[in-house]
């Protein structure tokens, strides 16, 4: 009976971490539609084809994320930002900026790394929005306080060294309130 009842919480569990990350996604979603209506622009080809350029090749140094899961979002001075489900410094996913350079082509920042310490989330598998002074918001999949994922803002921080950014978590689920 014993066994029933763990393999039935193990079940229970683990239907509670999906429900929690598919409403975090829908959340980011409905948030997206509503506070970031944007369109896209490509050019088509003389031929009717179209070009496709790389832009940024992911590399799993220690300090770049991978495994980008996410659409790009734009910002009206011309850079792009983006998550990656896992890489950088601790390894947990990241957030990252490209910027278009005069003859070099498109150079990667990465923003933050996930650091999954108890309080930062990782995983960030849903999209970033870009909202007022240029903050970023998104999801992750897991970590934060309770395990369950976080709710964060990425804030820029003309004080850092660099030009860096500042991560702040707004919401930890929980499964269980």
Not at 6 to 17: C, H, K, W, Y
Not at 123 to 134: C, E, N, S, Y
């Amino acid at each position: 009976m014993q066994g029933k009842k763990q393999l039935r919480n193990l079940f229970l569990n683990l239907l509670a971490r999906e429900a929690t990350a598919a409403l975090a996604t829908a959340i980011v979603f409905a948030l997206t539609v509503a506070l970031n209506q944007t369109a896209q622009a490509q050019t088509p080809t003389t031929g009717g084809g179209w070009t496709e350029q790389v832009l940024h090749s992911f590399n799993d140094n220690g300090t770049d994320g991978n495994q980008p899961e996410a659409a790009l979002i734009s910002h009206s001075a011309g850079s792009l930002y983006g998550t990656t489900a896992w890489g950088g410094i601790y390894g947990y996913g990241t957030v990252f900026e490209l910027t278009s350079t005069a003859g070099a082509g498109w150079m990667e920042k990465v923003l933050h790394s996930f650091n999954y310490n108890g309080t930062d989330g990782f995983q960030p598998t849903a999209g970033l929005i870009l909202r007022v002074a240029d903050n970023l918001y998104s999801t992750t999949y897991a970590g934060g306080t309770h395990d369950w994922g976080t709710v964060f803002e990425l804030k820029p921080s003309p004080d850092a060294a660099g030009g860096g950014w500042t991560e702040k978590v707004l919401h930890s689920f929980n499964a269980y309130q």
